[in-house]
Nanobody
Framework: VRVEESGGGLVQPGGSLRLSCVAS????????MGWYRQAPGEPRELVAM???????NYADFVKGRFAISRDNAKKMVYLQMGSLQPEDTAVYYC????????????WGQGTQVTVST
């Protein structure tokens, strides 16, 4: 099983960016999916999660700016980020709760998002 992010990069303050993540491998069931982030010297923190049925949960610091969505058929989750600020600079990690022969969390390698002029 593999979880892989894409879509990071450099963006100016106030700009937008869309992250994508795909899960692949011998997946029996793809449960919750979501995004965490980690800035230098900081602990990893939750950004947003989405259930298989589309219920969402957001960290307070992204409400109204970011939107999480998923495509169950493609085994993908997305994070549309807007009104980006320098404090959003971090490595963004995709996480997926996947059932193979057991249920466990799988993490991607991370994608860098840098918000700067």
């Amino acid at each position: 099983v593999r979880v892989e992010e894409s879509g990071g990069g450099l963006v100016q303050p106030g700009g937008s960016l869309r992250l994508s993540c795909v899960a692949s491998g011998s997946i029996f069931n793809l449960n919750e999916m979501g995004w965490y982030r980690q800035a230098p010297g900081e602990p990893r923190e939750l950004v947003a999660m989405i259930t298989r049925d589309g219920d969402t949960n957001y960290a307070d610091f992204v409400k109204g700016r970011f939107a999480i969505s998923r495509d169950n058929a493609k085994k993908m989750v997305y994070l549309q980020m807007g009104s980006l600020q320098p404090e959003d600079t971090a490595v963004y990690y995709c996480v997926a709760n996947i059932t193979t022969w057991k249920r466990e969390m799988y993490w991607g390698q991370g994608t860098q998002v840098t918000v700067s002029t």
